[in-house]
Structures are given as C-alpha cells and as structure tokens.
C-alpha cells in the first residue's frame, strides 16, 4: 500500500514537470528554416532517378508563413536544359543558318512544267504527257540549268519564276552523257536571281546541305541533311555511260526535286539534284547530286554550241578482260591509229577447190593492244578510259599504256574532237 504511493507521486511530479517544459515552449517565438534539397547546377551526391530529376528542377523553400504555421511550399525554377534554348521569338544558331540559306537562293529555283505527245495504238491517237522538275537560274539573261531527263522529248516547256509568272522556254543545249541541259527564257533580268556556284572539289562526308525544289508540284521546298557519301556512280539508262563523282545525299528527295539545287551552309550551289533510290519511287534517304564542278564544265559548252564536244580517240571498239581493255576495232585515219596503237587483224585467205575459189575471214587477236592504263590512271573498263578521256580536250594527249606482245610500251595520242 506504502509502495503504490509512492508511485503514484511519483508519476505526478513528472507529468507536471512534462506539462510546464511544453507550455514553456509554446510561449517563445516561432521561427523558420529554408530546407534547399538540390541546388540548380546540380550537387556532387544528389540523389539520381526522378526524384532526382525533381530536386534538380525545383527548390523547397518555406513562405513567409504566420507565426505557428510549419507549411513548405514548392517553387519552381528554370530546367537546365532551357538555358540552351532562344529567347520567345528569336531564332537558333542553326535555324539561322537554314532561313539564311533559304532566303539566298530561293528566288533563283524555278518550276519546270513539260509537255511531250506519246504515240498510242488506241484509234492511232496521241496522248500529251505532262511531267514536272526543277531548274536554277545561272545568270540574267535568262538561262536555266536543269536535268536532261526534265525536258527530255519534250515539245513544250514553261518555267515558272518564284513570283508566280510563267515563261515559255527553249531547250538551248543538252548532254545526255552527264543528264544536264541548259533552258532560256526571256524574262525582265529584274526577275532573275542567279544561284551562286560553289566548289565541289572539298566536299566532306558529314557536311550540311539544303535541297530546293518542287516535289510533287509543291515549288521552292527547302529540305536539309547531310552529305552521306561521295564520289558514287550510277548507271545513266539514257547512254552506254556512268554518271561518276556524284554526291550520295539523305535530304529528302521526291519526284519533282530533279534539276534543283543542292547548297551548301554558305547558300553556294555544290550540286545538282538528278536521282533516288528507292523501291517506291519516293524519298527513302538515299538521293544522289551531281557536283557542280561538272556542271560548270558542261554548261559553258552547252550555251556556246549546244552540246558538249568530247576529245575522241578514235577508238570504236574494245574487249574488257581481266589486265585492261584490248583495241579491237580503229577508226581509219583516227587519233589512235595515226599513233599506231593496233587492233584486231583481219586475215583473208582463199582456197582453190577444182574450178571453185572460196575465201574466208579470219580474226587474228594477238596483234591487238591491251590498254592497261592512260595518264598513269589504271584501265580495267570502257567506261574507266571515257571517264579519263572526258576530262581530255580536243588537241591535248593522252599517253596509252600498252601491252603489246608481252612488251610494255607508253604511246602519246593526240586527241581529236567527237563528231
């Protein structure tokens, strides 16, 4: 009874003890502490995940709360990622670069409409076929570059200028061989805004292009990428020939977009859009350019006497084996023969049988010469020797290296010019 007493007091004493260290503390004055759980710039150790993420965006901070109140607010801060971003309004470093590109040249693409008339066999009619493209504008009196295949049989062509007004055109000069031909209109030169050639020589995998055209009949489409590979070749349906050096490219390229533009980030023409390859016949990333290094040795050309006048080496024709290319057949009195490079030999003989003579013909090849290189550049196809004669004027010599009967010999031709 003594002992439950005493417990009894005791517990008393501690709860009134308790009671007064609480009411004590209620009567001091309250106050607040920041609690900042992630700086902006990001703390070594902060906590990684979504959370993370959070705490990286945002900052716990406590308001200016009345007395007694304990409630933390969220204030929102700016994401490290919208530091790279533009002011509302303004334009990017590279979005610049696009409208800066777009605005040089555009006026310079124009739309290229053709009309051409297919035979039928339907009541011997004939049906007008109608085809679209791209062109350039290359100088103020009115000429315009563009792909062969564009206007290519064509009977009719107009050429639409970026403000709208449309011009009958004439077909001036074409080279099937590379598919470029050169237009001309008679428009105020006022209207006429010339696309500034560049130079394809230092062209770099990886490198920025733009494309303008009229894909599907949508004019002055600007389209950008990169240069995805050089010096390609593809086979040119139209000739025996390859278009080479072209630019693989994986700006988007429709039907419509031949003969466009091909631009660098300076808004300078480094090439011609020609082709795609796809299995739709729309764009799939793989276009090809051709360098305007070839254009502007074509064109000229073509304004001057309306095709391209090649050095010929009188050469008619060959046999492709594995060491080069043997000489079968010379034009008499050509470059090739006049140096004394040989080709086959024809071998006639007759045979006398009782009152009858017969004779026959017969090829002797080991007299021919085997063309293993010209200019120092090995030769394994016809079209490695075109490719290497095309860059040859008429007048200027090549040297042949050929294997003639086991000996090496090195014979200097004068070229003279394709008929």
Same mark, same amino acid.
């Given at each position: 009874?003594?002992?439950?007493?005493?417990?009894?007091?005791?517990?008393?004493?501690?709860?009134?003890?308790?009671?007064?260290?609480?009411?004590?503390?209620?009567?001091?004055?309250?106050?607040?502490?920041?609690?900042?759980?992630?700086?902006?710039?990001?703390?070594?150790?902060?906590?990684?995940?979504?959370?993370?993420?959070?705490?990286?965006?945002?900052?716990?901070?406590?308001?200016?709360?009345?007395?007694?109140?304990?409630?933390?607010?969220?204030?929102?801060?700016?994401?490290?990622?919208?530091?790279?971003?533009?002011?509302?309004?303004?334009?990017?470093?590279?979005?610049?670069?696009?409208?800066?590109?777009?605005?040089?040249?555009?006026?310079?693409?124009?739309?290229?409409?053709?009309?051409?008339?297919?035979?039928?066999?339907?009541?011997?009619?004939?049906?007008?076929?109608?085809g679209e493209g791209s062109g350039?504008?290359?100088?103020?009196?009115?000429?315009?570059?563009?792909?062969?295949?564009?206007?290519?049989?064509?009977?009719?062509?107009?050429?639409?200028?970026?403000?709208?007004?449309?011009?009958?055109?004439?077909?001036?000069?074409?080279?099937?061989?590379?598919?470029?031909?050169?237009?001309?209109?008679?428009?105020?030169?006022?209207?006429?805004?010339?696309?500034?050639?560049?130079?394809?020589?230092?062209?770099?995998?990886?490198?920025?292009?733009?494309?303008?055209?009229?894909?599907?009949?949508?004019?002055?489409?600007?389209?950008?990428?990169?240069?995805?590979?050089?010096?390609?070749?593809l086979p040119n349906p139209r000739?025996?020939?390859? !278009?080479?050096?072209?630019?693989?490219?994986?700006? /988007? #390229?429709?039907?419509?977009?031949?003969? +466009?533009?091909? @631009? %660098?980030?300076?808004?300078?023409?480094?090439?011609?859009?020609?082709?795609?390859?796809?299995?739709?016949?729309?764009?799939?990333?793989?276009?090809?350019?051709?360098?305007?290094?070839?254009?502007?040795?074509?064109?000229?050309?073509?304004?001057?006497?309306?095709?391209?006048?090649?050095?010929?080496?009188?050469?008619?024709?060959?046999?492709?084996?594995?060491?080069?290319?043997?000489?079968?057949?010379?034009?008499?009195?050509?470059?090739?023969?006049?140096?004394?490079?040989?080709?086959?030999?024809?071998?006639?003989?007759?045979?006398?049988?009782?009152?009858?003579?017969?004779?026959?013909?017969?090829?002797?090849?080991?007299?021919?010469?085997?063309?293993?290189?010209?200019?120092?550049?090995?030769?394994?196809?016809?079209?490695?020797?075109?490719?290497? !004669?095309?860059?040859?004027?008429?007048?200027?010599? /090549? #040297?042949?290296?050929?294997?003639?009967? +086991?000996?090496? @010999? %090195?014979?200097?031709?004068?070229?003279?010019?394709?008929?």
């Open positions: 009874m003594h002992r439950t007493a005493i417990a009894c007091l005791v517990s008393a004493l501690a709860g009134g003890l308790l009671a007064w260290t609480l009411s004590a503390r209620g009567q001091s004055q309250p106050h607040a502490l920041p609690v900042h759980l992630a700086q902006n710039q990001g703390v070594p150790g902060a906590r990684s995940g979504l959370v993370g993420q959070l705490l990286q965006s945002s900052t716990y901070s406590q308001s200016n709360l009345p007395s007694g109140t304990a409630t933390i607010a969220l204030e929102q801060t700016v994401s490290p990622w919208e530091q790279f971003l533009p002011p509302v309004g303004q334009y990017s470093p590279e979005e610049l670069i696009n409208i800066g590109v777009y605005e040089r040249a555009n006026k310079g693409v124009v739309n290229i409409r053709t009309k051409s008339i297919q035979g039928s066999a339907f009541f011997f009619m004939d049906i007008i076929a109608e350039s504008v290359i100088d103020r009196q009115g000429h315009i570059l563009t792909n062969y295949h564009v206007v290519e049989n064509a009977q009719a062509i107009s050429v639409t200028l970026f403000d709208g007004m449309a011009y009958d055109a004439q077909l001036v000069g074409a080279d099937p061989p590379s598919d470029i031909a050169v237009l001309k209109i008679n428009a105020p030169s006022e209207k006429l805004f010339p696309v500034v050639f560049g130079d394809s020589t230092d062209l770099k995998v990886g490198q920025r292009v733009f494309a303008i055209g009229n894909p599907f009949g949508l004019e002055r489409t600007l389209t950008t990428g990169i240069i995805s590979s050089l010096n390609r070749s000739t025996k020939r390859t !278009l080479k050096q072209m630019i693989q490219i994986d700006a /988007a #390229i429709n039907p419509g977009n031949s003969g +466009g533009p091909l @631009l %660098d980030s300076h808004g300078l023409m480094i090439g011609m859009n020609t082709a795609i390859a796809s299995r739709t016949g729309e764009s799939a990333g793989v276009g090809f350019a051709i360098p305007v290094n070839t254009i502007a040795r074509v064109v000229p050309q073509l304004i001057r006497t309306g095709r391209v006048i090649r050095a010929d080496a009188g050469i008619l024709q060959v046999l492709e084996t594995d060491q080069g290319v043997l000489l079968a057949v010379l034009k008499p009195g050509g470059a090739a023969d006049r140096a004394g490079l040989q080709g086959f030999r024809i071998v006639k003989r007759t045979r006398r049988q009782g009152p009858l003579v017969f004779e026959s013909t017969s090829i002797d090849r080991s007299t021919a010469d085997l063309v293993i290189a010209i200019d120092g550049k090995p030769i394994k196809t016809v079209d490695d020797m075109l490719s290497i !004669l095309d860059t040859k004027r008429p007048g200027e010599t /090549a #040297i042949f290296r050929i294997i003639r009967q +086991g000996r090496t @010999l %090195d014979v200097p031709v004068q070229l003279d010019a394709e008929e």
